[in-house]
């Protein structure tokens, strides 16, 4: 999967799909576009209004802020997804999430969310569905 399908999977298809699995290309190109946007909107933010003393005075704050907005659902969907492709539940992402907000433990719910996102996913079918790479891939071995 491509840089432009895998936004357009995410955006389109599955901007809110938190059932079946994806593959790394998938999230990593997502990844990609979503950091690639937010530096674009920052940047321009910042050259317009270097000594600017409030942020909302700067439409392109304002637009960033929308866009975050907008995305932040397609990027929970996705994350959720990766874990499936890992034959791991999405309440883990909730449960390394709410761990986050304890001190000094961030660093290890970070670490391992990321582990879990460069991990390649389980071959062939799994409980959450099949492989993302291989769809004709069957999980009986003397089928």
Not at 8 to 26: D, I, N, P, Q, W
Not at 37 to 64: D, E, K, M, Q, R
């Given at each position: 999967?491509?840089?432009?399908?895998?936004?357009?999977t995410v955006?389109?298809?599955?901007?809110?799909?938190?059932?079946?699995?994806?593959?790394?290309?998938?999230?990593w190109w997502?990844?990609?576009?979503?950091?690639?946007?937010?530096?674009?909107?920052?940047?321009?933010?910042?050259?317009?209004?270097?000594?600017?003393?409030?942020?909302?005075?700067?439409?392109?704050?304002?637009?960033?802020?929308?866009?975050?907005?907008?995305?932040?659902?397609?990027?929970?969907?996705?994350?959720?997804r990766r874990?499936?492709?890992?034959?791991?539940?999405?309440?883990?992402?909730?449960?390394?999430?709410?761990?986050?907000?304890?001190?000094?433990?961030?660093?290890?719910?970070?670490?391992?969310?990321?582990?879990?996102?460069?991990?390649?996913?389980?071959?062939?079918?799994?409980?959450?569905?099949?492989?993302?790479?291989?769809?004709?891939?069957?999980?009986?071995?003397?089928?």
């Amino acid at each position: 999967m491509g840089f432009t399908e895998a936004v357009r999977t995410v955006l389109t298809r599955k901007y809110a799909t938190f059932s079946g699995r994806a593959s790394r290309s998938e999230y990593w190109w997502f990844q990609l576009f979503n950091w690639g946007l937010g530096v674009a909107l920052w940047f321009v933010s910042f050259l317009l209004t270097p000594n600017s003393a409030s942020s909302l005075s700067n439409p392109f704050s304002v637009i960033g802020g929308l866009i975050s907005l907008a995305l932040i659902l397609p990027q929970i969907a996705l994350q959720v997804r990766r874990f499936h492709d890992r034959n791991i539940s999405g309440w883990w992402y909730l449960g390394l999430i709410v761990a986050c907000f304890i001190p000094f433990v961030i660093f290890i719910s970070v670490l391992v969310i990321f582990v879990i996102s460069v991990l390649p996913g389980t071959e062939g079918p799994n409980k959450f569905g099949q492989d993302p790479l291989r769809p004709e891939a069957r999980a009986e071995v003397f089928a």
